[in-house]
């Protein structure tokens, strides 16, 4: 690929942008088919407590009410954990015991949305309150509430006993240790389209939700419905972000299925932003007790992490996801020891789940932070440091000792860069001269250097390409756009195997009647797997188009070969070659193709990588804080993401632009907050502080490229590099700022005060 | 010149209401909205640029049975200016406050009117509506009160006039009663070469304010200070007047110490709020700041 005339590698414009812009993308709330009735749920106020009794009957006799159901109407069976005990799961219906405040305790289903939310109103819920517990460590404590008091412990998943031994003398022999304590705080996914479902019954029921991967969410609905696989389609259409939280199917989604084929009639649940920012999965969650030990000129020797992971009431992904901080606790660095234990617990919260990173921007979160605290111990340069202990290229690809396979990395390339883009000893300099002049607005500069694992587990994706007697050719792909741009990637990887015009191919996806299998968009594996397939699929139709045309033109095989302008034939004879249009229509015609010809005029596949890639870069982040008042202002952020060969920078860079916001987000702006109740004190955007693009910089965001041998295309993912490099670079630096007071470390995110905390108490009364 | 579209308009599906149910009045006339409101007492609320009320009401936070729309009472929107006062109608759009050349001459309201939320939510929001919302952090009430402005008060049986000073009785709550009507405001014009400022420290671009200053200073010959005034927004269950602070002021011309007392003169008797986004301490310290600045501001471009 990538000849001279390629089409790869240019920035073409997404050509889903025109119909969302102009409002023409329709998303499931758009649908309203006829007799569609609707679902509101009644959810807990409560964060742990007994229900006592659930009064339903105004509630039933309400204008236009179809049903109220509470669990003694409406029988679900629990839905389990990942690696979570049985006992953890949960019922859609709450039985008895709500553990959350946005637990369901009834579901009500009425002519229109209006009626239902009244109806709701209506349901009266007796409690009979438990004691709450809302963060991890107190609930691993002995003595602590219960969330399941028959399991005997709010243990979700403990890691230790996965293999993850603690080594007593991991720090022996240490010339210098440090040590920190980090909170990676709770985040609300926030996708711009919060969630729902529209559930049409019928011999097939179809489902339109907006989901990462509609496979995924079939799965698990089917057997719920009794039916098989094939007699439930799920529909992906238009969705406004997922960011890891829009996987799988949700309870509500059960619920809504089953009253839907109850009914026998559409009924449809969406979700408002209230509704979403308590029922929705949260990400992050993480208390991390960490010890680095290095020699006294800066090479490391051990590093050890104890996790806390907070699960959320109930036990889904987010339990779970230590496993990836584990699997990249070893960041960039040739560390010879390194451990990190972890212990997932349940508290009276949302339950936890993947969100952007997913696990893997905890790791470099507490990497970055406390390589910054043993520069700042050592006195020495943080880009110093980190130099000093990367993993040099020569070694890969390499083994860790927690487990991941590295397939390539140039770790210096990107620091460098950045330091480039940077002007890093200039910011250094006007950085001195504040501190001199005793500025009110003193500079910092944060430095982070990252490595992640995109398509994780998941190797393996469906991809097939036909084309078709006029010419135009379809793409089906197992993988689920959902704002990435796939229609444009992956028909600019046919475009440029098969030179079809981009605008003569389209991209089938994100429906499973006519998607046969997929794994969904989640992961950063789309381009990697899903695309790589649409890359073989596309040589497969190429292959199969010589042997066609070698068989009309009477030549060898061995001499046929695409001419530009998109026709097959002869080399060295563009006369007499054959358009695609007369290729596919020759293969249906039993008297034009060979006789051993099978099928039309396309292939598919799946195809499997194998193992996980390793995109990696570094960031650099600047700050300006006011002494006075504490208030945090990024004034430039200088990203170099390496994920490979790059197909189409425009979207590269969407996805750095994007990603860096919500890892900005995260040191800068967003928490979740519990008072002790358990009450969500953040559940709407006004106490949640999701900034928006009037909050930042533009970002300065480039690439190397380190292609990656475990695919044709060289392509590593993307989708998450932003988020993972941003975050440790910003509060990075926003500690740098403060490093001449002695601050050595904050937790996120900046609010003002929290700045203004830590000036205060450092600076001398 | 530019043709329409010949389009037929957008045929948008119907959507549900989110509020509670209520009775939908839209009033051509200011009597006749303050005949409703008459009628309906603490059952009616009117509706201006709704861009507090609706989200409470979507919210099921608040309810009522009567909704009165004031968005198609024309004599209630507009800016005069004469005889030394703005005169600004309850109904007049924050943006066009932004952006009205008779407004200028009340330099505070430019200066505070670009907080108030994003542009979106100013191209609606009223100026009334923001004043009789009296939320404590609102930019427009702390105007309202530095500048001492007059305020029309409307109901059936006439129309009252009151001062700032009396306006706001707590946090959301003025002395306009059920069957009343905030209808006009006016703010007095200062001399000319008197110098104003705004600064409040947010968390986001168009946040309620954690703690923010609005200030006007007037300076004789000698660059002395002659005016002073000093309002304070978030840092209270109304916006407050820092008074022990202009007296302070008056009569000096302050040094950049002086100042920084000043500023922690503003805030000394205060006992700010505490909520999730700042605490009590960190309001009035940086409140103390905050004063410091804005004055510092204020009498940078005062005298020019």
């Known amino acids: 690929m990538a000849t001279s005339g390629s089409i790869l590698g240019n920035p073409v414009r997404r050509v889903e942008d025109p119909r969302i812009l102009a409002g023409e993308a329709k998303y499931f709330d758009d649908l309203e088919p006829t007799g569609c009735a609707h679902v509101v749920f009644v959810r807990s106020t409560m964060a742990h407590a007994k229900i006592t009794g659930v009064d339903i009957g105004e509630a039933a006799s309400m204008p236009g009410v179809l049903a109220v159901h509470t669990k003694d109407t409406l029988a679900l069976e629990p839905v389990a954990g990942m690696m979570a005990p049985p006992a953890f799961s949960r019922p859609p219906l709450a039985d008895g015991v709500v553990r959350f405040v946005g637990d369901i305790i009834a579901v009500v289903v009425a002519e229109t949305r209006a009626q239902a939310v009244d109806a709701a109103e209506m349901v009266v819920v007796d409690y009979d309150p438990l004691p709450v517990v809302v963060d991890a460590e107190a609930a691993l404590k002995d003595g602590a509430p219960l969330l399941f008091p028959d399991h005997g412990s709010n243990v979700a998943v403990d890691f230790v006993t996965m293999g993850a031994t603690a080594d007593p003398t991991i720090l022996d022999g240490a010339e210098v240790v440090v040590s920190g304590r980090f909170v990676n705080q709770r985040l609300a996914p926030v996708p711009m389209e919060p969630n729902g479902i529209l559930v049409e019954p019928g011999d097939t029921v179809t489902i339109t939700v907006p989901t990462q991967g509609p496979h995924g969410v079939r799965d698990p609905l089917a057997p719920v419905l009794g039916l098989e696989p094939d007699k439930v389609r799920v529909i992906a259409p238009a969705v406004g972000g997922g960011f890891g939280a829009k996987t799988g199917a949700y309870v509500e989604h059960i619920v809504a299925a089953v009253l839907a084929q109850q009914l026998g009639r559409p009924v449809k649940w969406t979700e408002t932003r209230s509704e979403n920012m308590v029922s929705m999965v949260h990400g992050r969650g993480q208390i991390q007790d960490v010890d680095l030990a290095l020699t006294k000129d800066g090479m490391f020797q051990a590093v050890r992490c104890k996790v806390t992971q907070d699960a959320g009431a109930y036990s889904q992904i987010g339990a779970f996801l230590p496993f990836l901080t584990r699997t990249m606790a070893h960041g960039v660095y040739e560390f010879p020891k390194v451990e990190l234990t972890a212990i997932s617990a349940v508290t009276n919260t949302t339950p936890t789940g993947a969100y952007r990173g997913a696990g893997r921007p905890e790791a470099a979160a507490f990497l970055e932070r406390i390589i910054d605290m043993a520069a700042d111990e050592i006195g020495m340069d943080p880009i110093e440091i980190r130099k000093k202990n990367f993993i040099p290229p020569d070694k890969f690809p390499y083994s860790t000792t927690t487990f991941a396979n590295y397939d390539v990395g140039e770790y210096a390339k990107s620091l460098d860069e950045a330091v480039r883009v940077a002007g890093y000893d200039q910011l250094r300099a006007d950085q001195k001269a504040r501190r001199e002049s005793g500025d009110v607005k003193q500079l910092g500069i944060g430095v982070a250097a990252y490595v992640e694992i995109t398509s994780g587990g998941m190797f393996q994706e469906f991809g097939s390409v036909e084309v078709k007697p006029d010419g135009s050719a379809v793409a089906t792909v197992g993988t689920s756009a959902h704002g990435q741009g796939h229609e444009t990637t992956f028909t600019m990887i046919v475009s440029d195997l098969l030179g079809i015009p981009m605008d003569k191919i389209t991209l089938v996806q994100s429906d499973t009647a006519v998607v046969p299998r997929g794994s969904g968009t989640m992961g950063s594996r789309s381009l990697q797997i899903g695309g790589s397939a649409i890359y073989r699929a596309s040589e497969g139709v190429l292959e199969k188009a010589k042997v066609l045309a070698a068989h009309l033109l009477e030549a060898n095989v061995d001499d046929i070969v695409l001419h530009d302008g998109g026709k097959v034939g002869v080399a060295g004879v563009p006369a007499s070659a054959l358009t695609w249009g007369e290729l596919a229509e020759a293969a249906e015609d039993a008297s034009r193709r060979p006789d051993d010809w099978e099928g039309k005029l396309a292939a598919e596949l799946d195809f499997n990588q194998g193992e996980a890639t390793f995109p990696f870069g570094a960031h650099i982040a600047v700050v300006e804080v006011d002494m006075e008042t504490g208030r945090v202002e990024l004034i430039r952020h200088v990203a170099v993401d390496d994920c490979g060969k790059v197909l189409n920078p425009l979207i590269v860079q969407g996805q750095q632009h994007g990603g860096i916001a919500q890892g900005v987000a995260q040191a800068m702006y967003e928490g979740v907050v519990y008072d002790e109740d358990g009450n969500p004190l953040t559940a709407n955007l006004m106490d949640y502080a999701m900034p928006s693009a009037a909050e930042f910089p533009s970002f300065e965001a480039s690439n190397t490229e380190t292609p990656t041998p475990l695919n044709p295309l060289g392509a590593k993912g993307i989708g998450e590099s932003g988020t993972i490099g941003s975050t440790p670079a910003v509060q990075n630096a926003v500690v740098d700022a403060l490093s001449h007071l002695g601050v050595r470390h904050l937790d996120m995110p900046f609010t003002s005060e929290r700045v203004w905390r830590a000036i205060r108490d450092a600076t001398p009364a | ?304």
């Open chain 2, 1 to 304: 010149m530019r043709k329409r579209s010949a389009k037929p308009p957008l045929a948008l599906p119907c959507r549900p209401v989110k509020p509670a149910p209520f009775e939908y009045h839209a009033p051509a006339t200011t009597a006749d909205a303050l005949a409703v409101l008459a009628e309906h007492g603490d059952e009616a609320k009117p509706l201006a640029g709704g861009q507090s009320l609706v989200p409470m009401l979507a919210l099921r936070l608040t309810r009522f049975g009567h909704l009165v729309d004031l968005n198609r009472v024309p004599e209630l929107a507009g800016i005069e200016r004469h005889n030394g006062t703005v005169t600004v109608g309850t109904m007049t759009r924050q943006a066009d406050l932004e952006r009205s050349p008779d407004a200028a001459a009340v330099p505070l309201l430019g200066l505070a009117t670009p907080l108030i939320g994003h542009f979106q939510i100013r191209n609606r929001g009223t100026v009334g509506g923001s004043i009789a919302h009296a939320d404590p952090a609102g930019e427009l009430p702390a105007v309202v009160l530095t500048l001492d402005a007059q305020l029309d008060i409307a109901s059936a049986s006439g129309t009252r006039t009151v001062s700032a000073s009396e306006f706001f009785e707590g946090t959301w709550t003025t002395v306009v009663g059920d069957d009343e009507l905030l209808t006009a405001v006016h703010f007095p014009v200062w001399a000319d070469g008197a110098g104003f400022a705004v600064d409040e420290v947010a968390r986001r671009l168009g946040d309620f304010a954690l703690v923010g200053v609005v200030c006007g200073v007037e300076l004789d010959g000698s660059s002395k200070v002659t005016r002073a005034a000093i309002g304070l927004l978030g840092m209270g269950g109304t916006p407050l007047r820092a008074a022990a602070a202009e007296q302070a002021l008056v009569g000096t011309a302050p040094t950049d110490d002086e100042l920084t007392e000043i500023g922690r003169l503003a805030v000394a008797d205060l006992d700010p709020p505490a909520d999730i986004h700042a605490s009590t301490e960190y309001r009035s310290s940086v409140g103390a700041h905050v004063v410091k600045r804005a004055l510092r501001t204020a009498l940078e471009r005062a005298g020019g």
